[in-house]
């Protein structure tokens, strides 16, 4: 069941709005109550919507993709600035990363196809991001690469998101 419109997490997050989901849960656009202006994206994993036999590696896996992007610092990549769980569900916070997914950008497009120069700007910053996590002990394989899950700032910065 979807968290409601302003639903405080933790005495801090006041959830805004469901942003998506995705195999391993929900994420929302909430609003950090101890830094007035700051909006964040929480993704919440809920085991108990997941098959029993599944719950303790869902868990897990969890909380090892939490650590494992707390440890990541790098400008094509949303930061996480928090991990916890309440009544049994899991949420980790990142920055909310404004802008629109490359599949919008593509779907805005004529014939679904971007100029070569706007093309060529969001293939370098992808590999610079990509090259970056393979260059890490251990690498770090970005195995869900899809124009979903390539978001384009305004500024026209891309970030990866969801390592699911």
Same mark, same amino acid.
């Given at each position: 069941m979807d968290l409601a419109e302003?639903?405080?997490?933790q005495s801090r997050y006041r959830i805004?709005?469901?942003l998506g989901g995705g195999g391993m849960g929900v994420v929302y656009l909430a609003d950090d109550l101890r830094l007035p202006g700051r909006s964040c994206a929480i993704m919440e994993m809920s085991p108990a919507a997941l098959a029993e036999q599944d719950r303790e590696w869902a868990v %897990?896996?969890?909380k090892q993709e939490a650590q494992?992007?707390?440890t990541l610092k790098h400008p094509g990549l949303a930061a996480v600035t928090d991990f916890f769980? !309440?009544? !049994?569900?899991w949420y980790l916070v990142m920055d909310f990363v404004e802008g629109e997914s490359l599949e919008q950008r593509l779907k805005r497009s004529p014939q679904g196809r971007l100029p070569t120069?706007?093309?060529?700007a969001i293939t370098? %910053?992808?590999? !610079?991001?990509?090259?970056y996590l393979h260059l890490c002990?251990?690498?770090v394989i970005f195995r869900d690469l899809k124009p979903s899950n390539v978001m384009l700032l305004p500024s026209g910065a891309v970030k990866l998101i969801d390592f699911g």
């Open positions: 302003g639903v405080i997490l805004v709005r469901r %897990q896996a969890f494992l992007l707390a769980t !309440d009544e !049994d569900n120069a706007e093309a060529l370098r %910053q992808l590999c !610079d991001v990509l090259e002990v251990p690498p």
